[in-house]
DNA sequence: CACTTGACCTGTCCGC
DNA sequence: TGCGGACAGGTCAAGT
């Protein structure tokens, strides 16, 4: 579920919680979770100072004192969350996801600090991880060697945006924008949202795409990214920030989730699903219409 | 090599 | 209510 906003989110709330705890615990449910040896734990990650907390792409990088770090991938369910005394959470209040109290049945690893207080790592699908690894080791794990460049950095102009999608010139532009080998950190929500913004429909090949595409996709992604850090990440139903809080961007979203309502720009036409790269793909038909090849 | 599909898991929603 | 099937925001491995 998380896609580059929500991770940044998470990133910038854990990065005025975590920094100066000191780990004293760890215990995971299972292996996939967390695959680290208990030696190592004891050895690289208890007695640790929590330092910086970075991000790349989707992925959370948490700097310990020990030169180890602790990679963290959400993937579609994962919950970054930091409790200090009370584990229980506010029900009914509408900006918590979370009620009740952690740890529960999707908590797959609990990190304890020296204050008591703690970080969970919830997961319902089991398909995100974290895991234990020296710092050295992070630039030549082969995820960091491929990923694409960062969106949001001043670097990534639309010429870079386009060199790098050209390199998928024989696929459509949705499946070139979620590899995350050609741009970091777009997912489903922000394909979709982007492609709206530059009426591009999503099947369009890279290949048919004009240098005005280009550049138009180039401001309706980056904008699109911004809106939603600033709005907290979108929430739709197990992404929460370091609180537990949810995110509001899916409220702004134009198409993503939408079918069936109208188009912000034709309030006339209504919002189609559609299956695209084997994603669901939410257009506007009358904005995005398909380009033959 | 470029590209697409299925698998990984659990939970929820929808139609019967 | 209960049951089967489709689907869910991400990524790999395996297939064409």
């Known amino acids: 579920m998380p896609e580059l906003p929500e991770v940044e989110t998470v990133r910038r709330g854990l990065s005025e919680l975590l920094p100066g705890r000191v780990i004293s615990a760890e215990t ?7 695959p680290n040896a208990p030696a190592d734990v004891e050895q690289f990650m208890n007695g640790a100072t929590i330092k910086e907390i970075h991000r790349r792409a989707k992925v959370l990088i948490i700097e310990l004192s020990s030169n180890y770090v602790l990679i963290v991938h959400l993937k579609m369910t994962g919950q970054l969350v930091f409790r200090n005394g009370d584990m229980r959470f506010g029900a009914g209040h509408p900006s918590y996801s979370l009620v009740g109290e952690l740890p529960d049945k999707s908590t797959r690893v609990v990190i304890t600090f020296t204050d008591g207080s703690k ?21 030549n794990i082969d995820f960091m060697q491929k990923v694409g460049p960062e969106p949001l950095e001043t670097s990534f102009t639309w010429q870079l945006m386009k060199d790098r999608l050209v390199r998928r010139k024989n696929t459509s532009i949705k499946a070139a924008l979620l590899d995350q080998t050609v741009i970091a950190g777009v997912g489903n929500i922000y394909a979709d949202e982007s492609l709206w913004g530059a009426k591009i429909h999503p099947a369009t090949l890279v290949r048919n795409l004009t240098d005005k595409d280009f550049q138009v996709l180039h401001k309706a992604l980056v904008d699109v990214l911004k809106l939603s850090i600033e709005k907290g990440g979108s929430t739709d139903r197990n992404y929460v920030d370091a609180e537990g809080k949810r995110g509001s961007y899916l409220t702004f979203a134009n198409v993503f989730r939408r079918e069936g309502q109208t188009c912000p720009r034709h309030p006339d036409t209504k919002i189609v699903k559609l299956k695209v790269a084997g994603r669901g793909t939410h257009i506007c038909p009358k904005c995005q219409v398909p380009q033959k090849d």
């Not at 969970?120 to 690894?133: A, V």
Request: hydrophobic residues 45%; positive net charge; glycine residues 4%.
């Open 119 to 139: 970080l969970f790592f919830n997961d319902q699908r089991k398909f995100g991880w974290m895991r234990l690894m020296p710092a050295v080791e992070v630039p």
């Open 28 to 34: 995971h449910d299972n292996p996939k979770s967390f």
